[in-house]
């Protein structure tokens, strides 16, 4: 069959929208009409090339959801007219971290973060050239056959741009705060970084009933997002001494917690240096892969700071997923306000310059 997606050539150059041969679902595999994408700083990370994966020509995007068309044999965990959402990090569920508690690690990854199927094939092609997906997902696609451990099931009234959004920065923020840094009742936060990401570590920490929710951002107009999600004090580094700044709110302690959702070792230092002894920082966003800390190990140890990796919010993708949607529904959960843009599958391009720009919290892709 035919498809329309946004194809990758060649790092830091435009998307181009096109039409793609799409082969019929195999074994385990699933036909998903794509209706929502969500737009991540981890998309702009393939196309600028910091993430090497996969390898090129790609189509980008891995928040998504829309409905299930054609199943291959043997797929039991969905059937056509499903609605779903995307997992860009499947679990398998009997593997050595699933059986542990962490499916978030499951060996089943390795098989899609390549951009192929489970069986090292390919699905969509341009010609005789074939395309990989990021994560084996590729969600800026209005039609994408992938496995079945990456779709969940989720009720008819949830809508697509919800669904896609939280499949990714909304897992990967609040989990943040529940599953890794397991933030307690009065603790007081600082969150580097108020982007998607960071305004839903914010929404975690107001679940979490933190009492102090400290944001930390370059931009004021993410700052002003930031109060309106739940923090308690703003500070821009432009302006104020971050550091200082946190210990004056704390008491002169420092805080309980700090979140680096940017992904760099200058930020990680920073958390280091706002958290009281015996805090934690949690490493949230991602940079590039070459990226090395550098940060005294004897006043790290003295002072019993601990430094804590959150890979998607460390979550039970299948029962996390749905608790959050659950409290979108009953209201705990303000998602529909992250949307600040939407735009069309061919007008892409611009979502990714406004992503730059810094404009907007969360842009969406309608198909």
């Known amino acids: 069959m035919k498809t329309t997606g946004a194809v990758l050539y060649e790092y830091n150059t435009p998307l181009v929208i096109e039409e793609l041969e799409l082969d019929a679902p195999q074994k385990g595999e699933v036909l998903v009409e794509m209706k929502a994408a969500g737009i991540c700083h981890s998309d ?30 043997g797929v039991e965990k969905v059937k056509p007219g499903d609605h779903v959402m995307i997992l860009w990090a499947p679990s398998c569920g009997h593997c050595f971290y699933c059986q542990h508690g962490q499916p978030y690690m499951c060996d089943f990854r390795q098989f899609t973060r390549g951009g192929m199927m489970p069986d090292g094939t390919h699905r969509l092609r341009k010609g005789d050239i074939n395309i990989f997906n990021m ?17 969940l099931p989720i009720d008819k009234d949830i809508p697509f741009e919800i669904a ?33 990401v960071g305004i839903n570590v914010i929404q975690g920490a107001v679940l979490a009933a933190a009492t102090k929710i400290i944001a930390v951002d370059l931009l004021d107009n993410k700052l002003e997002q930031a ?13 104020e001494n971050v550091a200082e700044k946190v210990i004056e ?30 805090g934690k920082v949690i490493m949230v966003g991602m940079g590039p892969a070459d990226q090395k800390l550098d940060i005294p190990l004897t006043p790290l140890l003295v002072m019993e700071k601990s430094l804590l990796a959150c890979y998607y919010g460390s979550s039970d993708m299948c029962t996390d997923l749905k ?10 959960l303000d998602l529909d306000a992250l949307i600040t843009a939407r735009y069309s599958l061919e007008n892409i391009n611009q979502g990714f310059a406004d992503l730059v720009a810094g404009k907007n919290l969360r842009g969406v892709v309608n198909m």
């Open 44 to 73: 702009l990370s393939v196309i600028t090339g910091v993430f090497s994966m996969p390898p090129l020509p790609c189509i980008p995007g891995h928040e998504g959801a829309g409905i299930v068309r054609e199943v291959g044999p």
């Open 135 to 151: 994560t084996g997902v590729g969600t800026f696609n209005r039609f994408n056959v992938i496995t079945q451990n990456c779709v």
């Open 164 to 196: 896609a959004l939280t499949g990714c920065g909304v897992i990967t923020g609040v989990g943040s705060v529940f599953n890794t840094a397991k933030v307690k009742p009065g603790s007081s936060v600082v969150v580097i970084g108020s982007g998607g």
């Open 227 to 239: 109060k309106k999600f739940g923090a308690t004090h703003t500070i821009n580094p432009n302006k």
């Open 249 to 278: 709110l704390t008491e002169g302690r420092g805080a309980d917690y700090a979140f680096d959702v940017v992904g760099s070792p200058q930020l990680v230092s920073l958390g280091v240096d706002v958290i009281r002894r015996g």
């Open 323 to 332: 608790m959050l949607l659950d409290l979108y529904k009953i209201g705990r």
